[in-house]
């Protein structure tokens, strides 16, 4: 590792936590419908909108009617970004006249972006009309971000009620998450990214005449270039900031419209682990106690800087086979990367947007080194709960945290508790259910996918790392993260269904059971600490909630990952010593 | 369990105008006030029109230019993409082998071992920049091809070289298109 290198990841993690610390505790004001700045500008609106809706937003729910109305928004979400793509070509908004989405990739797509993985099995400069990028995609970016800010809402108050029955209101929840975290942040990204070149417009895309004549793939002469232009900005700050992922076009922020020079890729950079760190201190601060979110960050920091730095510097390589044709090794692997990020700000994105389960790529993992591709791959089988999406991933953590509670309480004989609940069968049960069902989606789905002609017909590169191919996209898809191994052709049907039934199972089948679990909490006494409980804000809890992640993502997949990206390191590195 | 439905659809209605229809035309308007041309593709305009955008790539092939990276979509700015060739890619190595082999045949005396943004394709297939390495490399044949001084051609490579940003951020680049323009302001032509 450089000493850049070493400090463009100083700088990022220093920033990052600057930010954190502010937007944390204004997150938990904003989430318990204390009075903010914003609350008395936007109150009006939020108001209009439970009045419209018919919402009483102080009305609480039993845990049962909260999961029925996420259900019920998030399937009608899927609906309409289903529908706008079937009929973008009768609708307006379409100055390139793109047809109509076939039925298979546009349930894909939808799935995907109500599910907050934003996997992209289509490509948005060829496929998506305006009208559906905006009131489609950005729509659900906002809004799957909303549901996941508003589930950890419910998890973090049931820890902080006894005896209750209910653990919120969904609806007030959504509007609060949308209006005032969501969108303020976005408002002023977007308008950043913009002043630095990220276009935003409802123009048409521009034709230029080339400096050069050119001779095209097959021999034509081509004089002009086709700038694709689009309202780029107000999409690629939500899709940031709301651990979406969802490029505008093809190649996501490696394209120089969508991510332009160093400081845009600096921003979107920062905007992937924004929320998802503050809302660890939002978590201290909901239960009343600080220390807790702190120690919860610690654990998410203790896996991710590690990690991060295998990254960086397995990227600044160059692989022996290459350097062996005369290339020069000492710019590191630029193979599927921009010269204006080079490897360490690229290994720094891929290692943040797999942490978060974001997604959104500014270089290529496909083209990575073996060991530079794992590990974004391995912080998506361990659940996305390093970081994470926003709520995702702390409800995701918080889950570990009661198996960390459980399994220490196990090793001392004691009956376990976090945070003055008692863990019993039921919550354990909970906790199983959240961490199996997405390992089950990747390990099972790869196994299908390389077993079957239709699976492995999408495998575009060859040996070792054609089967990387397939595990990357059953990792991110089951847990909703959407970044690619993008050489995988995975607009077939076979992928558009499997991946798509992935990515089903890692929301649902995750929001169920922890909203099932913050009832289950809500209703229990609190305890007081006796001299049996384990205090879970020490560096102890934090090393055992660290080790505790790495151990099950380690037994689940390492027998996987052995098959793919190790063994291709060591056909990398072991005939050339 | 139904009663649900109502407060579903009319909050997804009302957040869709919100989220979907007020916000991006806000950024709209904000950034063509404040920024048109960015917010526009930051074209380059030449008397006779458009001639490109300053961030994205063009395809340049004669000795006398100097070339862009690879690009696995051959600079079609319509459809961005990347090679997505793992390391160990028998076609990847094939096609940087071509690659070196063009550079050396364009420059007889050209050395190894190239910059690797030479002769390794972009993430974007729409890359504008090269790294000052591999422009200067380049330096030698363009100033052949144009019968310029090589030390005219580097000084031009120094002043359109870009540095990090605040010493921290992104990697030193020269911006192709620009160089070549610029090029064409010198006094002989290829």
């Known amino acids: 590792m450089t000493a850049h290198a070493l400090l463009l990841c100083g700088v990022y993690v220093a920033v990052l936590v600057a930010l954190a610390i502010p937007l944390g505790g204004y997150c938990a004001r904003a989430l318990g419908g204390e009075a903010t700045l914003l609350q008395r500008l936007l109150g009006p609106l939020e108001r209009g909108l439970y009045r419209v809706a018919g919402v009483r937003p102080n009305d609480e729910m039993h845990w049962r009617d909260y999961t029925v109305a996420v259900l019920w928004f998030n399937l009608f979400g899927l609906l309409v970004v289903y529908g706008l793509q079937r009929l973008q070509h009768l609708l307006p908004l379409n100055p390139q006249e793109l047809g109509p989405v076939a039925p298979d990739l546009a349930f894909n797509t939808a799935v995907s972006f109500a599910s907050n993985t934003n996997w992209q099995a289509y490509g948005g400069e060829t496929t998506l009309s305006y009208l559906t990028q905006m009131v489609g995609l950005t729509t659900q970016n906002f809004v799957s971000a909303a549901t996941g800010i508003a589930v950890l809402a419910a998890l973090s108050r049931a820890f902080s009620r006894r005896r209750s029955e209910t653990i919120g209101n969904f609806w007030a929840d959504l509007v609060r998450s949308t209006l005032y975290i969501l969108l303020p942040l976005s408002l002023v990204l977007a308008v950043a990214l913009a002043a630095d070149g990220v276009v935003q417009t409802l123009a048409p895309a521009a034709e230029v005449e080339l400096m050069r004549a050119a001779t095209g793939p097959e021999g034509q002469v081509i004089t002009q270039q086709t700038i694709p232009l689009g309202p780029g900005a107000s999409q690629i700050a939500i899709k940031q900031l709301g651990t979406n992922g969802g490029g505008f076009y093809n190649v996501n922020s490696a394209h120089p419209l969508e991510n332009p020079t160093p400081l845009t890729n600096f921003l979107e950079c920062l905007a992937l682990l924004l929320i998802p760190a503050a809302l660890c201190l939002s978590f201290g601060k909901i239960v009343a106690d600080r220390r807790q979110g702190w120690a919860v960050l610690g654990a998410m920091f203790a896996i991710f800087l590690p990690l991060l730095g295998l990254c960086v510097w397995s990227e600044g390589q160059l692989a022996p086979q290459l350097v062996e044709l005369g290339v020069d090794p000492s710019a590191g692997n630029l193979e599927g990367k921009e010269v204006r990020f080079g490897p360490a700000a690229s290994a720094l994105w891929a290692t943040a947007t797999t942490a978060a389960s974001n997604g959104s790529v500014n270089s290529m993992h496909d083209s990575f080194n073996p060991l530079g591709g794992l590990v974004p791959m391995w912080l998506m089988q361990i659940g996305e709960v390093v970081f994470g999406g926003v709520g995702s991933g702390l409800y995701g953590m918080l889950v570990f945290a009661i198996l960390a509670v459980f399994l220490a309480g196990l090793m001392v004989g004691r009956t376990p508790e976090y945070l003055g609940k008692k863990i019993e069968a039921f919550e354990v049960k909970m906790a199983a259910l959240v961490v199996l069902l997405p390992s089950a989606g990747v390990l099972v789905g790869t196994a299908i996918a390389v077993a079957s002609a239709a699976g492995r017909a999408g495998i575009s590169n060859p040996g070792i790392h054609g089967f990387s191919e397939v595990l990357y996209g059953f990792s991110s898809a089951s847990n909703n993260n959407g970044s690619a191994f993008a050489g995988l052709g995975a607009n077939s049907f076979f992928y558009n269904l499997a991946l798509g039934l992935c990515m089903l199972i890692g929301r649902y089948g995750i929001i169920v059971p922890v909203l099932a679990l913050a009832g289950a909490l809500a209703r229990k006494q609190t305890v007081p600490p006796g001299p049996g409980t384990m205090p879970t804000h020490t560096p102890l809890f934090v090393f055992l909630l660290a080790a505790i992640v790495v151990l099950v993502g380690a037994l689940t997949f390492v027998p996987a990952l052995a098959l793919g990206p190790i063994v291709e390191h060591l056909q990398m590195t072991g005939t050339h010593p | ?190």
């Open chain 2, 1 to 190: 369990m139904l009663s649900a439905i109502r407060p579903a659809l009319i909050l997804l209605a009302l957040l869709t105008a919100v989220t979907g229809v007020v916000y991006p035309l806000l950024v709209t308007g904000i950034a063509t006030v404040l920024f048109p041309d960015k917010a526009h593709g930051s074209l380059v305009v030449a008397s006779s029109g458009p001639v490109g955008s300053e961030l994205v790539g063009q395809n340049f092939t004669r000795p006398g230019d100097f070339w862009s990276r690879p690009s696995a979509v051959h600079y079609d700015a319509s459809s961005s993409g990347a090679s997505n060739m793992g390391p160990l890619n028998e076609g990847l190595h094939e096609a940087v082998a071509a690659r070196i082999a063009a550079l050396q045949a364009a420059d007889p005396e050209a050395e190894l071992p190239v910059p690797a943004d030479l002769v390794l394709a972009s993430g974007s297939g729409l890359d504008p920049h090269i790294s000052p390495e591999a422009a200067r490399y380049q330096a030698r044949r363009v100033a052949q091809a144009r019968r310029l001084p090589r030390a005219e051609v580097l000084m031009l490579i120094e002043a359109h070289t870009e540095g990090r940003t605040l010493g921290i951020l992104g990697e030193p680049r020269v911006n192709v298109l620009r160089l070549n323009r610029a090029l064409e302001g010198l006094r002989s032509s290829p």
